[in-house]
């Protein structure tokens, strides 16, 4: 009787989970992974022996990868929005995520599985990040970063090895712009002017996996690499890592691993974790 059940709640979840409320709106020719998701954690101490800190955490996201095929061309558009807040006692609240992400391309498909492609990008955040510092005698924190400081507007054309909608292998000439007002993230550190705008030509190249699972689980992976021609010193890149569990219709398990390094924005590595638990709606 419990394999029954277990089977019977698999089946649930996976028809649920691979079907989402819009699906039946969308066109023959279009494929489409969109969901938004609302994570909350909450916990309240009071006179607790043990120990504990009140915190209230919760993030917003929402992923989309919207791809239209036709017999010359695919056009594909992502769409990652993400931003959280962290409520700690003492401390305050901090945020916890905060990304703006858009990239739209287009496949030429007369030589597939080799595809040449040309495309455009856009990266931000919605406000205003702060680097703190948790001094007992006198806390403080600092700004670093903002909406569009830095925003990054990438143009690309080159060719891919797309074998199929699970995997891409992509290399092309890139032209990187890079806007900043206030925190150097485009400044030219040789010179005694301060620029609040860079442009970047050079090559880029852009790993992509996705993998699902039953469809309740589903592990994402992509990888970018960008170097302005000026040597290895100069390189930038984006390693994204994400695995996803529906446990229940509209209840998602997420894990995420993210490690980047930009040296426009810090001249160290950048490294984020996270596990959630939340509500999902999927709506393709």
Sequence with gaps: MKKILCLLLISITGVF???????????????????????????????????????NSWQFHYDADVTGKWDI???RNVLNLAWGQTYTANLGTRKSVDKIFFESDLDYNHFEPFKP??????????????????????PYHVARSDF??????TQFIGIGYIPNDNFSQR????????????????????????????????????TEYKVSLFSILTFKTRLWGFT??????????????????TILPLLELSASVDIAYD????KDHQYRDAVNLGITWRWF
């Design 17 to 55: 989970a691979a079907n989402g409320m819009f699906s039946s709106a969308l066109p023959e020719n279009w494929i489409a992974d969109v969901v938004a998701s609302v994570k909350y954690s909450r916990n309240t101490y009071d006179n607790w022996t043990a120990g504990g800190t009140n915190t």
């Design 263 to 266: 040296k426009d924005t810090n």
């Design 171 to 206: 290399i092309a000439f890139a032209n990187r712009m890079i806007f900043s007002d206030k925190y150097g993230a485009a400044d030219d550190k040789k010179t005694a002017k301060v620029e609040k705008f860079k442009n970047e030509p050079g090559i880029e190249s852009t």
């Design 117 to 138: 492609y040309l495309g455009v990008r856009f990266e931000s955040q919605f406000t205003t990040g702060y680097k703190y510092y948790d001094s007992i005698a006198v």
């Design 148 to 153: 569009m400081d830095p925003g990054y507007f």
């Design 228 to 245: 302005n021609f000026k040597g290895r010193k100069e390189i930038d890149g984006k390693w994204e890592n994400g695995l996803s569990v």
């Design 73 to 75: 061309f695919n056009w």
